[in-house]
Nanobody
Framework: QGHLVESGGGSVQAGGSLRLSCAGD????????RAWFRQPPGKEREGVAV???????DYADSVKGRFIISKDNANNVLYLEMNSLKPEDSAMYYC??????????????????WGQGTQVTVSS
């Protein structure tokens, strides 16, 4: 089993920005779809942004226009640039790799690999 390792989380005031990174330690991740999910305290994990293996990108409505997902293919690192952060963006953020079915990309059960998460806290 490979590993996905997130970094870049922290505390920021509302309106601020953060950039999360997710590094994969296996070359196999290079060809996979990748995604960012988040889980606020006491709530279910939800999809934030998805990057298909063919370059398709999709965002949750709550982050459209504020977050940007991208990937450094040479270094196999996935990024999530988060701008205009709101307190409701506070959550543990997880990266994921390899979705079994693109039509189920927002369903956590259909992703094969997960990182351990990085905490993002946005204060008002």
């Amino acid at each position: 089993q490979g590993h996905l390792v997130e970094s870049g989380g922290g505390s920021v005031q509302a309106g601020g920005s953060l950039r999360l990174s997710c590094a994969g330690d296996r070359d196999i991740y290079r060809g996979y779809s990748r995604a960012w999910f988040r889980q606020p305290p006491g709530k279910e994990r939800e999809g934030v942004a998805v990057l298909g293996y063919d370059g398709d990108i999709d965002y949750a409505d709550s982050v459209k226009g504020r977050f940007i997902i991208s990937k450094d293919n040479a270094n196999n690192v996935l990024y999530l640039e988060m701008n205009s952060l709101k307190p409701e963006d506070s959550a543990m953020y997880y990266c994921a790799a390899e979705v079994k079915l693109w039509s189920k990309r927002w369903d956590t059960k259909f992703w094969n690999y997960w990182g351990q998460g990085t905490q993002v806290t946005v204060s008002s």
